[in-house]
C-alpha cells in the first residue's frame, strides 16, 4: 500500500530559527496537506496543496508540492515558541478510496534547552 | 458555533464495556472519519463516510462500529472485541475527495 516518510522525526528549534521538514511517497498524490497538532488536540490545517509544483504561504509557513507529485516540503521561518507541536503531512492519492487521507507519522518540534 | 465537535473530551472504559464517542458536525460537510492516534504515532483511519447511510472500514476496523444516520453525525462504538482501545480518537470531516478538517478528540482509557 502507498507510505509516507515525514523527516525529521524531531527537531529542536532556537527562537528565530528557520525550520524545514519533508515528505515523501512510495507513489503518486494528487493532494499534500499540512497540519500541526497541539498536545490534546486535535490536528488543524496549516496548508493545502492541489498542484504538482505549487508554492503556498500562510504567513511564516511556507509549503510545496513536488513536481514529481511524490513529496512535498513545509519551511517555517524565524520560528517562535507557539510554533511548538507535532507537525503531520497527508497526501491523497488515486483509486477507489480517493477520498482517504495517508498521514505521516509527524515531525515533533521542542523548543532548545 | 460552527464546527467539529467531539464529547466527552475523556472516556473510562471497564474490561468488557462497550463505549460509544460522537462526533457531531454542522458544516454540511459529506464524508466523515474516525482516526485513531497511539502515543509517537501518525493517525490510522477505523472507518469513513462517503455519505449519509454509508460507511465503509478503513484499516483498523476491528473491534470497533460505527453508524451514520444522520449527515451531522457519525458516532463510533469501541466495543469489548477491542482488546487494545486505549488511544486518542480523533474524527474528522469534509468534502467527499478534499480536504479533511479535525475535531477536538476523545482521549479513551481503560480502567
Known amino acids: 500500500g502507498q507510505q509516507l516518510n515525514q523527516s525529521p522525526q524531531s527537531m529542536f528549534i532556537q527562537e528565530g530559527e528557520d525550520v524545514s521538514m519533508n515528505c515523501t511517497s512510495s507513489s503518486i498524490f494528487n493532494t499534500w496537506l499540512w497540519y500541526k497538532q497541539d498536545p490534546g488536540e486535535g490536528p488543524v490545517l496549516l496548508i493545502a496543496l492541489y498542484k504538482a509544483g505549487e508554492l503556498t504561504s500562510n504567513g511564516r509557513l511556507t509549503a510545496q508540492f513536488g513536481i514529481t507529485r511524490k513529496d512535498s516540503f513545509l519551511n517555517i521561518s524565524a520560528s517562535i515558541p507557539s510554533d511548538v507541536g507535532i507537525y503531520f503531512c497527508a497526501g491523497q492519492g488515486y483509486g477507489g478510496s480517493q477520498g482517504n487521507l495517508i498521514f505521516g507519522k509527524g515531525t515533533k518540534l521542542s523548543v532548545k534547552p | 458555533d460552527g464546527g467539529i465537535t467531539q464529547s466527552p473530551k475523556y472516556l473510562f472504559r471497564k474490561e468488557g464495556q462497550n463505549v460509544t464517542l460522537s462526533c457531531e458536525q454542522n458544516?454540511?460537510?459529506?464524508?466523515m472519519y474516525w482516526y485513531r492516534q497511539d502515543p509517537g504515532q501518525g493517525l490510522r483511519l477505523i472507518y469513513y463516510s462517503q455519505i449519509v447511510n454509508d460507511f465503509q472500514k478503513g484499516d483498523i476496523a476491528e473491534g470497533y462500529s460505527v453508524s451514520r444516520e444522520k449527515k451531522e453525525s457519525f458516532p463510533l462504538t469501541v466495543t469489548s472485541a477491542q482488546k487494545n482501545p486505549t488511544a486518542f480518537y480523533l474524527c474528522?470531516?469534509?468534502?467527499?475527495?478534499?480536504?479533511?478538517?479535525f475535531g477536538p478528540g476523545t482521549r479513551l482509557l481503560v480502567l
Open positions: 474528522a470531516t469534509g468534502p467527499w475527495g478534499e480536504t479533511q478538517y
Open positions: 458544516l454540511n460537510h459529506d464524508a
